[in-house]
T-cell receptor
Framework: GAVVSQHPSRVICKSGTSVKIECRSL??????MFWYRQFPKQSLMLMAT?????????EQGVEKDKFLINHASLTLSTLTVTSAHPEDSSFYIC??????????????FGPGTRLLVL | EDQVTQSPEALRLQEGESSSLNCSYT??????LFWYRQDPGKGPEFLFT???AGEEKEKERLKATLTKKESFLHITAPKPEDSATYLC???????????FGTGTRLQVFP
C-alpha cells in the first residue's frame, strides 16, 4: 500500500519558536496533500489543502500566517508552525492523495507528529 | 450539507464475537466512502475504499459493504489486536475534502 511518512514524530519546543514538520509520500506522487489536527478523543480537523506548486487553501478559522504550508514537490509538503504557543500543542497529521481518478481517490495518512509547546 | 454519522460510539466484544459497525451518510454525489483504522497516538491506517452501492470489499476478518445511504464494517471472529477506533469518511463530487464521522471505538477482550 501507499506509504506516507512524517518527521519528526515528536517535538517539544519553547513558546515563541517555530517548528517545521515534513510530510513525504514515499512510493507515489501526491498531487494533493492535506494537513489535519487532532485533539484527544476527537476526530480529525482539516486545517488546509495544498496542490503541488500552488498556494494552500486554508479552512475557516485556521490562521494562514501562523500555519505555513509549502507543497514544493509531488512527494513533499511541509507545515511550519510559526511563533508557537502552548495552545498550538496538538497531534498534527498529514495526508496525501495521488490524483482524482477513481483509482487515485484514496487518501493515505502519515503517522502523525506530536507537538508540545512549553 | 455532506454528513457522516457512525454508530455505536463504542463497542466492547469478546474475542470471537462477530459484530458490525455502521456508517450512515448523506452526500451530494458520492465519489468514494473510506474506512480507516486508528490506533492511539497514530495516524489513520487505510482499510477500504467503496465507490458504488452494492460494492463489497474484504480483508482478513473485515468486510465492508455499501448501500446508497450507509456502509457497514463487519468484523468476523475479532481478536484483541482488532481493538482500535474505526473511522468512516466520504468524499462528494462538490468538495475536495473528506468528511469524517466521529468514529467507533472498538475493544475486543480475550
Amino acid at each position: 500500500g501507499a506509504v506516507v511518512s512524517q518527521h519528526p514524530s515528536r517535538v517539544i519546543c519553547k513558546s515563541g519558536t517555530s517548528v517545521k514538520i515534513e510530510c513525504r509520500s514515499l512510493d507515489f506522487q501526491a498531487t494533493t496533500m492535506f494537513w489535519y489536527r487532532q485533539f484527544p478523543k476527537q476526530s480529525l480537523m482539516l486545517m488546509a489543502t495544498s496542490n503541488e506548486g500552488s498556494k494552500a487553501t486554508y479552512e475557516q478559522g485556521v490562521e494562514k500566517d501562523k500555519f505555513l504550508i509549502n507543497h514544493a514537490s509531488l512527494t513533499l509538503s511541509t507545515l511550519t508552525v510559526t511563533s508557537a504557543h502552548p495552545e498550538d500543542s496538538s497531534f498534527y497529521i498529514c495526508s496525501a492523495r495521488e490524483g482524482s481518478g477513481r483509482a487515485q481517490e484514496t487518501q493515505y495518512f502519515g503517522p502523525g507528529t506530536r507537538l508540545l509547546v512549553l | 450539507e455532506d454528513q457522516v454519522t457512525q454508530s455505536p460510539e463504542a463497542l466492547r466484544l469478546q474475542e470471537g464475537e462477530s459484530s458490525s459497525l455502521n456508517c450512515s451518510y448523506t452526500v451530494s454525489g458520492l465519489r468514494g466512502l473510506f474506512w480507516y483504522r486508528q490506533d492511539p497516538g497514530k495516524g489513520p491506517e487505510f482499510l477500504f475504499t467503496l465507490y458504488s452501492a452494492g460494492e463489497e470489499k474484504e480483508k482478513e476478518r473485515l468486510k465492508a459493504t455499501l448501500t446508497k445511504k450507509e456502509s457497514f464494517l463487519h468484523i468476523t471472529a475479532p481478536k484483541p489486536e482488532d481493538s482500535a477506533t474505526y473511522l468512516c469518511a466520504v468524499r462528494g463530487y462538490n468538495t475536495d475534502k473528506l468528511i469524517f464521522g466521529t468514529g467507533t471505538r472498538l475493544q475486543v477482550f480475550p
